[in-house]
């Protein structure tokens, strides 16, 4: 991924962040920065193709595959586990084939190894939330409706080892997506944890990682105000569920939730929240693998080799001991109810 996205980003600087580059109009409408787009890849070590999810939406499923296959050592050798994966730019901005996302799905699917399934949702301001969370959960349905029929799932996929991962706005979808799907029978597929990467939090009063982010070269603070406002619903507030699900979601949400891994980083002006998220959680029961003190910024797993290879290894780790305890217990239990977690 080094080279892919280095090419594709410069350095990261307030003067040139994507975020601060929205321009709002007044009739409500934004313009989105230019960002590049690649194509699904036929050759290299991983291939990828895009797949329709809902054709009267406009959503789809980028799939990648390592090539040639490596299988994952446990529980079963000759099949990959399925990361279902959705990308980060706060709701407004991005998708499956902005160039930074696409090689960093390519990593990960080779780091795990995996396959990964990448979805192009709906965007914020034209559809609000929770059009998001609906389109995550029509993926987690993919995964037992239609995966099995696709070739490189049903040849190399093992889908009774299914985890729902999401960066920054995606992590917050994998969590709603999990509390949303979470009593659903998924078979054939069984989701065995969220994977949230330095989810996308927000609430009316600041934290003091948030009151510091004036000039953060990833996400300053006015544009993360701005982003919260163009994401929820019209009139809402950011204690509202979507964005600080500790302070306005039921506990009872929480209930059954897998197993999920949290990460972070220290310069990341949402760590307070993301801490707070962890520690919530657990007061609900939730089995939660924490690991918050990566040193670095928002989305820096996109520009330094360093910290993807971190966030991989804590990625196939997770995924291994999730792998290990189902062979312990059985493969083949009744699958595990789905969780949400975020930008």
């Known amino acids: 991924m080094g080279e892919a996205t280095a090419a594709a980003l410069p350095a990261p600087a307030k003067s040139t962040n994507l975020f601060m580059q929205i321009a709002v109009h007044s009739d409500g409408t934004i313009t989105r920065p230019f960002v590049p787009?690649?194509?699904?890849?036929?050759?290299?070590?991983?291939?990828?193709?895009?797949?329709?999810?809902?054709?009267s939406l406009g959503?789809?499923?980028?799939l990648y595959l390592p090539n040639p296959v490596s299988p994952s050592p446990s529980p079963s050798p000759s099949k990959l586990p399925v990361i279902l994966y959705f990308h980060g730019g706060g709701f407004v901005l991005f998708s499956t084939g902005s160039v930074f996302y696409h090689a960093s799905c390519e990593a990960m699917a080779a780091a795990v190894p995996a396959i990964v399934v990448s979805?192009?949702?709906?965007?914020?301001?034209e559809h609000r939330l929770p059009a998001a969370y609906d389109d995550a959960v029509a993926a987690v349905l993919w995964l037992r409706d239609a995966a099995a029929t696709n070739p490189w799932i049903?040849?190399?996929?093992?889908?009774?080892?299914?985890?729902?991962?999401?960066?920054?706005s995606g992590g917050n979808m994998a969590f709603n997506a999990g509390v949303r799907t979470k009593n659903l029978d998924l078979s054939p597929a069984a989701v065995r944890g969220l994977m949230l990467h330095q989810p996308y939090l927000g609430g009316v009063e600041r934290m003091p990682s948030e009151a510091k982010s004036g000039d953060d070269v990833m996400l300053p603070l006015e544009a993360n105000d701005t982003l919260w406002s163009l994401a929820l619903p019209a009139g809402a507030d950011r204690d509202h569920e979507f964005s600080n699900p500790a302070k306005a979601m039921s506990p009872e949400a929480l209930t059954n939730l897998p197993r999920c891994l949290v990460t972070g980083s220290d310069g990341d002006p949402l760590i307070d929240r993301q801490r707070e998220l962890i520690r919530w959680l657990r007061e609900h029961a939730v089995e939660v693998v924490a690991k918050t003190d990566f040193a670095g910024f928002h989305a820096a797993e996109l520009f330094v080799q360093e910290k993807?290879?971190?966030?991989?290894?804590?990625?196939?780790?997770?995924?291994?001991?999730?792998?290990?305890?189902?062979?312990?217990?059985?493969?083949h239990m009744q699958p595990v109810s789905l969780s949400p977690c975020g930008k």
């Open 308 to 331: 993807a290879d971190e966030l991989f290894a804590a990625v196939r780790a997770f995924v291994s001991a999730t792998s290990s305890t189902l062979d312990d217990d059985d493969v």
């Open 37 to 55: 787009d690649a194509p699904p890849s036929a050759t290299g070590a991983v291939v990828s193709q895009d797949v329709p999810l809902d054709a």
């Open 154 to 168: 049903a040849a190399h996929g093992d889908l009774s080892r299914c985890f729902v991962m999401g960066s920054s």
């Open 119 to 125: 979805l192009d949702y709906r965007l914020a301001p």
């Open 59 to 62: 959503t789809s499923l980028r």
